[in-house]
């Protein structure tokens, strides 16, 4: 597959996964390997996240909270001076998280305030954990049900409605190729897809370990050599099991990343890994 074509697929790219599973390297690769073919790209952080090293220069970024967005949209309405003082005494903090679903809501509306901008042609979002992932999607629709009608109804069906547009906004899954990683991860992929009605891209499986193991050498213990074969052999049998799995239960396609030794090395060895997967896919 040409890869300009797939990562321009979808303007926004929101990239989730359980804690732990390498998200945010995930997402930095995605947005090295957007801007290595000429894609105009912004990474987004929610909540004040880091900027993962190996970032390529040429990818713009920019961090995200609830607080930092409702001052952005009191901006909007000329009450610029106003914000600033609120936010100066924590009290625009306090009212993104007054009420259930607000802080979402305002994240998702800076995003589709990005969006529609049309300054980037992707916009990759390294998203919360799963779990936080399934209410940051969910915020609207239930803002939308329960708030009648004012700016709060109607920022919801507008947000609803990029999310609902593959062409706007696809959500793409990170797990480890472990069993229960990828057991909570098919249960999340429905739930977004099937439940939220948000369009998912591939699943990105990261370090994975399929390296072949020098031949004619003995799994045996008592060595350390052998004790060091002994754990890639396991390793790499669970994670063929794990990638069994997901394809068995998930009719998606998978971008299988290599293990990472040296997590610095996201730029020199995971951005060309990310190309040739996206490259391989039919």
């Given amino acids: ?133 399934i209410g940051l999607l969910r915020a609207p629709l239930s803002l939308r049900q329960a708030v009648g009608g004012g700016p709060i109804h109607n920022q919801a069906i507008e947000i609803i409605e990029m999310l609902a547009d593959p062409k706007r906004c696809r959500v793409m899954m990170v797990s480890t190729p472990e069993l229960t990683p990828v057991s909570e991860l098919i249960d999340t992929a429905f739930e977004i897809e099937d439940e939220i009605g948000v369009a998912l891209g591939p699943v990105v499986l990261n370090g994975i370990d399929d390296e072949p193991l020098p031949k004619n050498l003995k799994l045996n213990k008592k060595s350390e050599l052998g004790s060091a074969l002994t754990y890639r052999h396991d390793r790499q049998q669970r994670h063929a099991l794990a990638c069994a799995l997901l394809s068995q239960e998930l009719p998606l396609q998978q971008l299988r990343l290599p293990h990472l030794i040296n997590a610095a090395a996201v730029s020199t060895e995971l951005t060309p890994a990310m190309l040739a997967a996206i490259g391989a896919l039919p």
């Avoid at 996964?17 to 945010?24: A, C, D, E, F, Y």
């Fill in 1 to 133: 597959m040409d890869t300009r074509h797939f990562l321009s697929t979808s303007r926004v790219l929101i990239v989730a996964g359980k804690g732990g599973v390498g998200k945010s390297v995930v997402a930095t690769t995605l947005a090295n390997a957007a801007t290595s073919v000429g894609l105009h790209t912004l990474l987004v952080g929610i909540e004040g996240k880091k900027v993962v090293s190996g970032l390529d220069q040429r990818v713009e970024s920019l961090a995200i909270s609830p607080g930092a967005a409702l001052s952005d949209y009191f901006d909007s309405l000329g009450l610029g001076r106003i914000s600033r003082r609120l936010l100066a005494a924590g009290i625009v903090d306090l009212v993104a998280s007054s009420a259930p679903g607000i802080d979402d809501l305002l994240i998702l509306g800076k995003i589709k305030q990005l969006e529609r901008s049309g300054d980037w042609d992707l916009i990759i979002v390294d998203g919360p954990p799963a779990g936080q992932a």
